[in-house]
């Protein structure tokens, strides 16, 4: 039987982590496709492809490639909410699994000449799939911090 997220509404993970960035740099990172495929995945695997249609009601599709040269992994999303460079809410999804769909929501504070993201992932089936998130969006957000300094 596969949990839903109704059975566990309360599962959710909280990520705060500081990049030596203006608040736009970071922003344009997590939205910008040329960017996201520099960075957004677990350290060690590769963006094969990042689409994103940036817009309230628009999609987004990022295929991770694991470093054994598997078959990627693929999360995609609608936006929910769009709000440059503060704000930015999705639908998140495996393609081909049964987990179902999750809710992230990222939030940029400046701080100076850095910035400060607050990640929120919610909505999780079950502790377990909240926890392999936590570890993946922790490995994603310190291959943005190696990342950052080069991206254009």
Do not use: K
């Amino acid at each position: 039987m596969v949990s839903r997220p109704q059975d566990h509404p309360d599962v959710s993970l909280t990520i705060r982590r500081t990049f030596p960035a203006a608040r736009e740099r970071v922003f344009r990172a997590w939205t910008d496709p040329a960017l996201l495929r520099q960075w957004c995945c677990p350290v060690g695997f590769t963006v094969a492809a990042a689409e994103v249609d940036l817009r309230t009601g628009g999609h987004y599709r990022i295929a991770m490639q694991p470093p054994d040269a598997g078959e990627p992994s693929i999360a995609h999303g609608t936006y929910r909410e769009v709000m440059p460079p503060e704000r930015l809410v999705c639908t998140w999804q495996w393609e081909g699994e049964e987990t179902g769909e999750t809710l992230v929501t990222v939030e940029f504070h400046g701080l100076g000449g850095e910035t400060e993201i607050v990640l929120l992932h919610e909505q999780f089936p079950a502790p377990d799939t909240r926890d392999r998130h936590n570890e993946g969006w922790i490995s994603c957000l310190e291959h943005l911090a190696q990342a950052l300094p080069n991206l254009a």
